[in-house]
T-cell receptor, first 114, second 114 residues
Framework: GDSVTQMEGPVTLSEEAFLTINCTYT??????LFWYVQYPGEGLQLLLK?????DKGSNKGFEATYRKETTSFHLEKGSVQVSDSAVYFC?????????????FGAGTTVTVRA | NAGVTQTPKFQVLKTGQSMTLQCAQD?????MSWYRQDPGMGLRLIHY???????DQGEVPNGYNVSRSTTEDFPLRLLSAAPSQTSVYFC?????????????FGSGTQLSVL
């Protein structure tokens, strides 16, 4: 079945450092790909998405490119801030528009120190 | 501007007790769902509903019941709590069943079963 694999955390960085969180997926066809973020004490919220190959999603300085050839959707940010400390989830939605299922990765905890 | 509201935020149960986790949304969303979040496992779908009167099982439905009598409410019932149900529970909704649009999450219920 469809699945998502994320790099294990936790990740600890200093402010202004470069952040990369790896995400690879297994799916048939061309699924939609998402990054969700969970700030402390809150529910998940959508950070960015890409719905077809070579699309780049971006938001709040974060970017991720849908790479069909490597089945990857790595999240990057060039200069992190303390406020980026959160848990990041990669997620996949199947090709079928009638499928309810959103598959999540295990999550990567990121801590940014001042 | 309430969005998805979950109650309670915290709950401690003894093994064998029953309880209901409440979820309500005020966005007229057709699709509602319950996830549990466990360390290292990401989010797993418990049950979902694509409209009032319609529910179905997700990945991990055992030990949980749901009902959808109104568009707004989607309660999750634990019939006889077990320690394996210790987790953080999230309710999520979106406008339609199978779209690429984002899920709106509640802030979660942290449940401990002793």
């Amino acid at each position: 079945g469809d699945s998502v694999t994320q790099m294990e955390g936790p990740v600890t960085l200093s402010e202004e450092a470069f952040l990369t969180i790896n995400c690879t997926y297994t799916a048939t066809g061309y699924p939609s790909l998402f990054w969700y973020v969970q700030y402390p004490g809150e529910g998940l919220q959508l950070l960015l998405k890409a719905t077809k190959a070579d699309d780049k999603g971006s938001n709040k300085g974060f970017e991720a490119t849908y790479r069909k050839e490597t089945t990857s959707f790595h999240l990057e940010k060039g200069s992190v801030q303390v406020s980026d400390s959160a848990v990041y989830f990669c997620a996949l939605s199947p090709l079928s528009s009638n499928d309810y299922k959103l598959s999540f990765g295990a999550g990567t905890t990121v801590t940014v120190r001042a | 501007n309430a969005g998805v509201t979950q109650t309670p935020k915290f709950q401690v149960l003894k093994t064998g007790q029953s309880m209901t986790l409440q979820c309500a949304q005020d966005m007229n969303h057709e699709y509602m769902s319950w996830y549990r979040q466990d360390p290292g496992m990401g989010l797993r779908l418990i049950h979902y509903s694509v409209g009032a009167g319609i529910t179905d099982q997700g990945e991990v439905p055992n030990g949980y019941n749901v009902s959808r009598s109104t568009t707004e409410d989607f309660p999750l019932r634990l019939l006889s709590a077990a320690p394996s149900q210790t987790s953080v529970y999230f309710c999520a909704s979106r406008k339609e069943q199978g779209t690429n649009e984002k899920l709106f999450f509640g802030s979660g219920t942290q449940l401990s079963v002793l």
